[in-house]
């Protein structure tokens, strides 16, 4: 069955640092894979996804993402971050053939002045 | 367009009760679902629709039933409320299989059953 971890319940950075959200899952053939964001009181926004091809995806908000699959990842990545970046971020898998996605438990991003 | 609307924003049950939460959308899309999301638990998916006429239960449907009249549309009803249906109710709407999962979720429903 499919499955996605987010190991990091919640993650503390100082404005200007570096991210990285871990994300890992289990599928067993070629995953269709999502970052969503949440900010308080909202709803989820698409950051990025990733089908095929490059392994580097790009997404909005200056995020980006890279599939690693001998470690069966998709690591949340910003090299910056702004204090707007303060939200709850879930991985997200594409479960079969079907428009079903599994998500993970997200993890919560607080960010620091 | 309006994207995906969701109402009521906040609704207070008591135990017992039965309400409909209501979803919709205007981009034509065929593939329409319910979440909820619980703290520690992610998002969880209750029920979903490929099409009108064509409803299926996700991980966690009992106590929740669905229908599917119009593409438009999927209220989700809750027949006799629990407290352990206190929750914050997603709806998601995509494209059909050829939309690459891409989904679009609506701004929720803060449920509370006392």
């Known amino acids: 069955a499919q499955s996605v971890t987010q190991p990091d319940i919640h993650i503390t950075v100082s404005e200007g640092a570096s991210l990285e959200l871990r994300c890992n899952y289990s599928?067993?053939?070629?995953?269709?894979l999502f970052w969503y964001v949440q900010s308080p009181g909202q709803g989820l926004q698409l950051l990025l996804k990733?089908?095929?091809?490059?392994?580097l995806v790009q997404g909005i908000k200056g995020f980006e993402a890279e599939f690693k699959r001998s470690q069966s990842s998709f690591n949340l990545r910003k090299p910056s971050v702004h204090w707007s970046d303060a939200a709850e971020y879930f991985c997200?898998?594409?479960?079969?053939?079907?428009?079903?996605?599994?998500f993970g438990t997200g993890t919560r991003l607080q960010v620091f002045p | 367009n309006a994207g995906v609307t969701q109402t009521p924003k906040f609704q207070v049950l008591k135990t017992g009760q039965s309400m409909t939460l209501q979803c919709a959308q205007d981009?034509?899309?065929?593939?329409m679902s319910w979440y909820r999301q619980d703290p520690g638990m992610g998002l969880r998916l209750i029920h979903y629709?490929?099409?009108?006429?064509?409803?299926d239960q996700g991980e966690v449907p009992n106590g929740y039933n669905v229908s599917r009249s119009t593409t438009e549309d999927f209220p989700l009803r809750l027949l006799s409320a629990a407290p352990s249906q206190t929750s914050v109710y997603f709806c998601?709407?995509?494209?059909?299989?050829?939309?690459?999962?891409?989904?679009?979720f609506g701004p929720g429903t803060r449920l509370t059953v006392t």
């Open positions: 629709s490929v099409g009108a006429g064509i409803t």
């Open positions: 998601a709407s995509s494209y059909s299989l050829e939309s690459n999962y891409e989904q679009y």
């Open positions: 990733y089908f095929s091809g490059d392994t």
């Open positions: 981009m034509n899309h065929e593939y």
């Open positions: 599928y067993g053939a070629t995953p269709y």
């Open positions: 997200a898998v594409g479960a079969g053939n079907t428009d079903k996605l599994i």
